[in-house]
C-alpha cells in the first residue's frame, strides 16, 4: 500500500505570516512529486512537479523543496496572503505511467 | 487555449441507471486520466488512457465503470447500473506527455445517486 501522509491537515494563519506544510511519501521506486493548489469550486490548480532529489522550486511567494532519499517535499509560502486560503495537495508517482496517488491535502486558512 | 473541460458539471441519476461522464482535454493533450473523490476522502487514481489505448486501469473497480478515449471526440467514463455508493466528484486531468509532466484538471463532473 502506497501512503502520501500530508501534515497538518489544517492551519490557520494572520495576514502576512510565513508558512510551510509536509508531504512525507515512500521513498522506493520514486518518480515524480506534484504540488497543486485547490480553491473550493475550482479545479486543482497545478503548481510545481519535482523529480530530483534535492530540487528546488518557485512561483512567487510559493516555493517547495524535495527530498527523495528520506521520502518528503516541503512547500513554502512567504508572506501569506488572503488569497492563499486553499488545500494544498501533494501527490506522488512512482512509475512514468503518470499515475497519481494524493495525499489528503492541508487546508490553509489566512485571516486578514 | 481552452483547459481541461468537463460536462456535465453535475449529474443525478438513479439506481440502475447509467452514468456518462465526459472529457475533453487540453488541445495538444493525448494523455487522459480519471480520478474519484469520494464523500470526505482524497483524489483517487482510476485509470490512464491515451488515444485508442487504455494505458493503466489498475484504479478501476472491476464491474460496471469502463473509459474509452476514442481517436475522435472526448473521453468517457461509463458507470452502468450505478448506486449510491457511486456517489461522488470524478475529475478528468490531461497532459502533453507520460511520467513527470504536469498533470491539468478540469472542475469535475458530480454525481449523485439517488
Not at chain 1, 512529486?33 to 469550486?41: I, Q
Not at chain 2, 486501469?57 to 448506486?83: H, N, T, Y
Amino acid at each position: 500500500i502506497l501512503n502520501v501522509e500530508q501534515s497538518p491537515q489544517s492551519l490557520h494563519v494572520q495576514e502576512g505570516d510565513s508558512t510551510n506544510f509536509t508531504c512525507s511519501f515512500p521513498s522506493s521506486n520514486f518518480y515524480a512529486l506534484h504540488w497543486y493548489r485547490w480553491e473550493t469550486a475550482k479545479s486543482p490548480e497545478a503548481l510545481f512537479v519535482m523529480t530530483l532529489n534535492g530540487d528546488e522550486k518557485k512561483k512567487g511567494r510559493i516555493s517547495a523543496t524535495l527530498n527523495t532519499k528520506e521520502g518528503y517535499s516541503y512547500l513554502y509560502i512567504k508572506g501569506s496572503q488572503p488569497e492563499d486560503s486553499a488545500t494544498y495537495l501533494c501527490a506522488f508517482s512512482r512509475s512514468n505511467t503518470g499515475k497519481l496517488i494524493f495525499g489528503q491535502g492541508t487546508t490553509l486558512q489566512v485571516k486578514p | 487555449n481552452a483547459g481541461v473541460m468537463q460536462n456535465p458539471r453535475h449529474l443525478v441519476r438513479r439506481r440502475g441507471q447509467e452514468a456518462r461522464l465526459r472529457c475533453s482535454p487540453m488541445k495538444g493533450h493525448s494523455h487522459v486520466y480519471w480520478y474519484r473523490q469520494l464523500p470526505e476522502e482524497g483524489l483517487k487514481f482510476m485509470v490512464y488512457l491515451q488515444k485508442e489505448n487504455i494505458i493503466d486501469e489498475s484504479g478501476m473497480p472491476k464491474e460496471r465503470f469502463s473509459a474509452e478515449f476514442p481517436k475522435e471526440g472526448p473521453s468517457i467514463l461509463r458507470i452502468q447500473q450505478v448506486v449510491r455508493g457511486d456517489s461522488a466528484a470524478y475529475f478528468c486531468a490531461s497532459s502533453q506527455g507520460q511520467g513527470e509532466e504536469t498533470q491539468y484538471f478540469g472542475p469535475g463532473t458530480r454525481l449523485l445517486v439517488l
